[in-house]
């Protein structure tokens, strides 16, 4: 299946809603995804967006067509999409979400029946049958039904309040106040149930999912700014803000101050690494700070390839308690194998109960860093050439470690520089971190130079 500005990747396929991703090609992406999945039920959940109620017609028809039997949770979290999944015993799941995408994106993550992200292989099977055509129709006696189900926000809520890690006595004691903006998401019912029955005192911003999103929907400090008012307004303990899907949540202080995504994984890693043991695990574009944060705990931290479903399988492969992305991604296993922005709500509310410490006094326990993220535009250069630039990168960074766990990664005593090559665009995306400003600047600039010399030299 060649469609122009759809999007496929390992965990599913994405685009901009008529513009790559419509009804039929929806359908068809289902249907392959349903015969390929064999015998079974297949979970269907969708965040917000306004294209939601489209797409989940056109995926269920598929899936039905296909002869799978279809549970349809309605508007979940895309971690109540996996949760389902193993607790239904199902063949997989579909949650349709472009996660932080504009409003006008829309997507497919797609599910095996562990309730966690295709891995590259199971995505390369998956792929293959795609692109050798039509999916196969069952007969009418073979079609399958839909059944509807409610219940999952709240079981989901179960789940989370069962884990040890979580403390709802100890955090209805503490008598804590909090703003959650959830963007108009996915995640404002399930966030309900969840903190009512912690008895934390909510001001809700766009909780209602309507899919209209009142902002920029990715959780970055950019984006955080009401959220931070009215932390301060409130006079709140903390602000939460969770992503379209709620996979995803990054915090604001006590003062209105967003602590950034990654201090926002940090800081559970520190408070739950000890309770747990064993070793963290991250992918390769995650804060330094974690290191500093596992070596305090006596651990160790493994780093995989960027892209959820890797951190998922080396967790599960190792055994590791604790985990997740940079991005706020948390990961425990033991309640969910995938990112969960409700779990880290509640770790962060567990967190602030049990040490009786602030949000800031939690987050000045993780290293301070600087982090750069930055593009390199190579028109008219070619895969092979971009390939090659890369290749003779670390030469001009004698003193570095190379790690090509994921792209190419240099490590310095400063920090890191990461640089991958998109797959998408003629650009090379780099990503570094060190202690200061100064020190990040320095990293990018002579990246960038080298680059920039191999580049000239190339053409
Ligand atoms: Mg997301």
Do not use: Y
């Amino acid at each position: 299946m060649r469609v122009k500005g759809l999007i496929f990747s390992v965990s599913g396929a994405r685009g901009i809603v008529g513009q790559g991703i419509d009804a039929v090609v929806l359908t068809e992406l289902a249907a392959h995804f349903g015969s390929w999945l064999g015998e079974g039920t297949v979970v269907v959940g969708r965040d917000s967006r306004i294209s939601g109620e489209m797409a989940r017609g056109a995926v269920t028809a598929g899936l039905l067509g296909a002869g799978r039997d279809v549970v349809d949770l309605g508007i979940v979290p895309t971690p109540t999409v996996g949760l389902a999944v193993r607790k239904l015993g199902a063949a997989g799941g579909i949650q349709i979400s472009a996660s932080h995408n504009p409003a006008e994106w829309n997507a497919l993550k797609l599910m095996s029946s562990r309730g966690i992200f295709l891995t590259a292989q199971e995505g390369a099977n998956l792929k293959a049958r795609i692109d050798a055509g039509r999916p196969e129709f069952v007969g009418a006696f073979d079609v399958g039904s839909r059944t509807r189900r409610q219940d999952f926000p709240s079981v989901h809520v179960d789940e989370i309040l069962a884990s040890p890690l979580v403390d709802a006595e100890a955090v209805r004691e503490r008598g804590l106040r909090c703003v959650v903006d959830c963007v108009a998401g996915a995640g404002g019912p399930t966030a309900r149930i969840l903190l009512e029955r912690l008895g934390v005192k909510v001001s809700w911003l766009h909780d209602g999912p309507t899919g209209r999103f009142p902002r920029n929907p990715e959780p970055l400090p950019e984006n955080l700014t009401e959220l931070g008012e009215t932390v301060r307004e409130k006079k709140a303990d903390i602000g939460f803000a969770l992503d379209p899907d709620a996979d995803r949540v990054a915090v604001v202080d006590e003062t209105g101050r967003p602590i950034g995504e990654e201090v926002t994984l940090a800081v559970v890693v520190d408070f739950v690494l000890p309770q747990v043991g064993g070793d963290v695990v991250v992918n390769v574009s995650t804060t330094m700070a974690i290191e500093a944060v596992a070596e305090r705990h006596g651990a160790k931290v493994r780093r995989t390839p960027v892209g959820e479903v890797n951190v998922t399988e080396e967790m599960l492969r190792c055994g590791a308690r604790i985990g997740g992305e940079g991005n706020g991604g948390i990961i425990v296993p033991a309640v969910n194998p995938g990112r969960d922005g409700l779990l880290g709500i509640a770790l962060w509310l567990t967190a602030l109960a049990k040490t009786g410490e602030k949000v800031s006094g939690l987050a000045g326990r993780i290293p301070a860093t600087v982090m750069r993220k930055e593009k390199i535009e190579l028109k008219g250069l070619t895969d092979d050439q971009v390939d090659q630039i890369l290749e003779d990168l670390p030469a001009g960074f004698p003193e570095a470690r190379v790690d090509r766990t994921d792209g190419l990664k240099l490590l310095t005593d400063e920090g890191w520089v990461h640089v991958r090559r998109s797959n998408t665009e003629p650009i090379v995306r780099l990503l570094a971190e060190a202690g200061t400003e100064t020190a990040v600047d320095d990293l990018v600039r002579r990246a960038r130079d080298l680059v920039g010399r191999s580049a000239a030299a190339g053409r």
